[in-house]
């Protein structure tokens, strides 16, 4: 069994147990039963080993996911988890399936074997095992844990959101090849936030949820992870950081070869932990400016991005976790009510800030714009920056979408009103000329390529290529008439445009 050996009195002299409850915390539900599953899946695009199996064969990846989502608890079988329950869970993502329970506090280094701990194991958690999924559609948060950290680290927090009509999935912190990380690099990060693109895959198994309404959502190493996945992914639409590493380790993202702020665009939110008392910065080692360095907000320029900062939390109870298991630091830590307290408002928060951003409600968005103070709070307990984002210049994708909302019909119109708002737009003639040709070799858009082979001429309407391809695309279509016509005018503007010569002579005969 793993003792813990090298406890030594320097640490026993800065550390107290903490005595906490899911009760004290009193997160209040919302007005849904809390369903939840856990299995495992395989990516076999990927290899793995168990490293406790001391061998050298591989296996495919395997992804171990858990699920929490609005319920109807209708089944004789469903029954209401307790912590243990989820301990079971971290048992099998460690590699100790069969460790008996009654080693759990002992083996794994962050539990610790106390009389408070132990009193955890029992208490009743608010998800039900066996539960419906609810009918209906539901937005839904994609979570990364911290650094090798568990699906499960943050389960206090992800009923309360399934409570309030939100599904969270979110599977463990892994290395590439094994159970361990490599040190943080970016390897392990690109290695998480590929994990979390396959549940990004994942929930589209799941006909409640809804694909227009997903954020991401990570503590510590795993805001780092989500922080490249929504450089990559345009699929995600919020974004939310528990005291992520983003901001303390930044020069690890730059790294990636995905880096790119001007895809960062949506909505962020970061809650930061406390400021590190000066003792702990030279005891421990830590550069001074984590207190106040935040590269990322400061460079975001497309997002609405908001940073608060915790006043009463350290790094580690920003998972439930950590507020009920972790030891305390003399040094730094507030007392057990304070940090409950803070927990509650973080998951609060965090709560508001999504319904602000998928549930268009007023409250919420009134809640996450204000200053602390005027959503009753004390600057001594949270305090908060925001920025607006940046308008970004408007070029041919952004037109092209309003082009596509109204099934390219009217463009010319829409074009004469987009140009007199945004002069410096440019639509080039070879992307006009690129995106005509691809509708109208498509035989359900071939009228919507003839609309944007007009809306083309109407701005160069001296392009004998325009013509020709106009042209094209009503002999796809069987209009010969249109299409000797068009042949014709390319032609005039460039007699020596042999498709034209071509496909007159053909047409002729």
């Known amino acids: 069994m793993r003792l813990r050996i090298l406890i030594t009195c320097f640490i026993l002299t800065t550390i107290s147990y903490g005595q906490t409850s899911l009760k004290e915390i009193n997160l209040k539900s919302g007005k849904f039963k809390v369903g939840f599953k856990h299995y495992t899946a395989i990516d076999s695009t990927r290899t793995y080993q168990i490293k406790n199996d001391f061998n050298n064969q591989f296996i495919n990846r395997p992804i171990p996911i858990s699920i929490w989502y609005p319920a109807t608890i209708e089944k004789e079988d469903s029954k209401q988890l307790a912590v243990l329950d989820y301990l079971e869970i971290l048992k099998e993502e460690e590699e100790w399936k069969n460790l008996p329970n009654e080693f759990l506090l002992d083996w794994f280094p962050y539990l610790w074997n106390t009389p408070e701990n132990k009193a955890h194991l029992s208490e009743k958690a608010g998800a039900f ?224 800030f999504l319904n602000a951003t998928f549930q268009n409600d007023k409250f919420a968005k009134e809640f996450i714009e204000n200053t602390p103070d005027k959503n009753g709070l004390s600057d001594a307990l949270i305090s908060k920056k925001m920025k607006k984002a940046n308008t970004r210049e408007f070029d041919y994708k952004d037109f092209n979408d309003l082009a596509f909302n109204q099934n390219y019909t009217d463009l010319i119109p829409l074009y004469n009103r987009t140009i007199a708002k945004y002069p410096e737009l440019e639509l080039k003639e070879g992307m006009l000329n690129t995106l005509g040709l691809q509708l109208s070799f498509n035989s359900k858009e071939i009228e919507q390529g003839v609309n944007v082979f007009l809306l083309a001429l109407h701005i160069y309407p001296e392009s004998a290529n325009l013509y020709d391809s106009l042209a094209e695309a009503y002999l796809h279509n069987k209009d010969f008439k249109n299409a000797i016509s068009n042949y014709k005018k390319s032609l005039e503007l460039n007699p020596e445009n042999q498709n034209a010569i071509t496909r007159l002579k053909q047409l002729k005969e």
């Open 129 to 352: 095992s066996n539960a419906i999924f609810l009918d209906g559609k539901f937005p839904v948060v994609v979570y990364a844990p911290s650094y090798q950290a568990s699906s499960i680290e943050n389960f206090a927090l992800f009923e309360y959101l399934a409570s309030n009509g939100f599904v969270v999935i979110s599977s463990p912190s892994r290395g590439t090849d094994t159970r361990w990380l490599e040190g943080g690099t970016t390897k392990d990060m690109e290695t998480q936030s590929t994990d979390v693109e396959f549940l990004l895959k994942e929930i589209h198994k799941y006909k409640h949820i809804d694909f227009d309404k997903i954020a991401l959502m990570g503590f510590s190493f795993g805001g780092l992870s989500n922080a490249i996945t929504v450089m990559k992914n345009k699929n995600v639409s919020a974004i939310v950081s528990l005291d992520g590493t983003e901001r303390y380790n930044y020069p690890v993202l730059e790294k990636s070869p995905y880096f790119n702020l001007d895809k960062f665009n949506i909505p962020y939110i970061h809650f930061g932990q406390k400021e590190i008392p000066e003792e702990i910065l030279t005891t421990d080692k830590i550069p001074a400016e984590l207190n106040y360095k935040f590269q990322l907000y400061d460079s975001l320029q497309y997002s609405n991005a908001y940073s608060y900062r915790f006043h009463d939390l350290t790094h580690s109870y920003f998972s439930s976790f950590g507020v009920l298991f972790a030891n305390r630091d003399k040094r730094q830590d507030k007392s057990d009510a304070k940090i409950m307290a803070s927990y509650k408002l973080l998951s609060e928060h965090t709560l508001q």
